[in-house]
């Protein structure tokens, strides 16, 4: 790297990490900035953190500082938290398999700041600056790899992966989020050992697909995964889509439909990129063929909700995040036309949830696009959502809690609780989408006690259709 460059990095780098590193060299021990802030750095992009590595141990490096945080401390590792920042600092160290999948099996504190690079997965990422002395450390061409666009493994790259299985998944993420390519010899080691990568936590794996997910082309890291065969270890419900034609309007099969559409989704919405991934895993389990030839999916929005469903679970999403993706696979096909009633309207809002709207408008419009991969037409769409602006203007009744009367009122003309009420209070939100101007405490009373007694009163009830 030449003079100017190396000013241009010194220049810019974080001041809290250069203040950590020379404190810990006037103490007589070793500093060094490592992994991605230094490739950000080389690559003239803000890192959005930074990592350290000394000779110092965890205890030296405490003793050094008055706000220490062991995050990591059986593995070397401390926060050290200055003003501005929170930096990771990790005494120099080697680490054995992972055989959990978690965390290394042992850990191995060494003396040289080039024994530490030589220990991490990519090129790219074995780089380290000195702050002090301003010095950059490249033992493996990590500049070049960047400057070429590559994706290394240090070393063997049978050796790194069987290190850990993370790392496969990570040069797929890195490929992505960089645009880079996978050298042949790292491409060939991979594909070798795609099968580990089952060995791998839930939480680990879901942490990368997440950043894929959040890349701006998140495409070419689902088509590397499946040609590697990792898509196949860690989704297989995606990978089942690959060949399986959908025809008609679309113009890709299933696996590639699905990608494109996560793609044309926000990428800063995670909720949305996951339901336009997942919106259609079921096609292949229910495609039906006919004698013509003709290709049918019954209810595959169902079936793909569910499948979503225990993907999501078996990945470790939490909970509120799986409800919300699965809701929107389940309402992704509605079929709006213009000559829907207000009611039609009304009934769509209480089903899918004002606070989804925009969400499941996001996945239709991505998923249109994904069809053909071209210009789409979305003014039925602009006119739906006039609609709804327009309902919402007139501050209509759009779920159970919006009703004139609740429990309480209903026990004031003997109606009692339990399934019977229920079914009354369902019998009145029905009456409320159809004539919202019924939705008035004395009008619903008298409702209810016309519906209870002609309906209800004497009989063993059990909830039923009332609409």
């Given amino acids: 790297m030449n003079s100017s460059s190396l000013r241009r990095i ?25 992994g991605g802030a230094v490739r950000d750095l080389v690559r003239r992009v803000k890192p959005d953190d930074y990592d350290l590595a000394t000779s110092a141990t965890p205890e030296q490096v405490k003793r050094l500082f008055r706000r220490v945080v062991p995050t990591g401390i059986e593995h070397g590792t401390v926060t050290v938290l200055t003003s501005d920042e929170s930096l990771e600092v990790t005494t120099f160290r080697v680490e054995s398999a992972y055989t959990d999948g978690r965390h290394p099996d042992s850990v191995q504190f060494v003396t040289t700041i080039e024994e530490d690079l030589a220990r991490r997965d990519f090129t790219i990422n074995g780089m380290a600056l000195d702050p002090v002395q301003e010095r950059f450390l490249d033992p493996f061409g990590g500049e070049a790899d960047l400057q070429t666009g590559t994706i290394r493994a240090i070393g063997n790259p049978d050796e790194r992966f069987a290190e850990d299985a993370l790392r496969l998944l990570r040069a797929v993420r890195f490929a992505t989020q960089l645009q880079f390519h996978i050298e042949p010899d790292t491409w060939e080691a991979l594909t070798r050992a795609s099968h580990t990568l089952q060995r791998v936590s839930y939480e680990r794996t879901r942490d990368e697909l997440n950043k894929i997910l959040a890349s701006e082309r998140p495409t070419v890291g689902f088509r590397l995964m499946s040609r590697g065969g990792l898509l ?13 034609e959908q025809r008609g309007d679309h113009r890709f099969d299933v696996f590639e439909h699905s990608i494109l559409t996560c793609e044309s989704a926000p990428k800063d919405n995670m909720t949305v990129r996951l339901a336009a991934l997942l919106h259609d895993i079921a096609k292949p389990a229910t495609l039906s063929v006919d004698a ?17 469903q225990s993907l999501l679970r078996r990945l470790r999403y939490p909970n509120t995040v799986i409800d919300q993706v699965t809701h929107l696979i389940r309402q992704h096909m509605f079929a709006y036309t213009p000559d829907w009633t207000d009611a039609a309207v009304r009934r769509f809002l209480a089903r899918v949830g004002l606070q989804n ?26 006119t739906f959502r006039d609609r709804i602006t327009e309902i919402l203007a007139n501050d209509h009744a759009l779920n159970r809690k919006d009703l004139a009367v609740n429990g309480h009122d209903l026990a004031t003309i003997d109606i009692p609780p339990g399934p019977a009420m229920g079914t009354v209070i369902d019998h009145l939100f029905e009456t409320v989408l159809d004539d919202p101007k019924q939705n008035t405490r004395p009008q619903l009373l008298k409702i209810a006690r016309t519906f209870y007694d002609s309906r209800l009163k004497g009989a063993n009830h059990h909830p039923t259709d009332t609409s």
């Fill in 10 to 34: 010194f220049s810019t780098l974080s001041t809290p990490a250069g203040e950590v590193c020379s404190r810990l060299r006037n103490a007589g021990h070793e500093a060094y900035v490592v």
């Fill in 357 to 382: 709207v925009e969400n499941l408008f996001a996945l239709r419009q991505a998923d249109s696009y994904a069809q053909r991969g071209s210009r789409v037409d979305f003014r039925t769409l602009l």
């Fill in 232 to 244: 196949q270890v860690i989704l297989p419900e995606l990978a089942a889509g690959v060949g399986i």
């Fill in 292 to 308: 013509d030839g003709n290709r049918t999916f019954y209810r595959h929005d169902q079936e793909s909700a569910d499948q979503a």
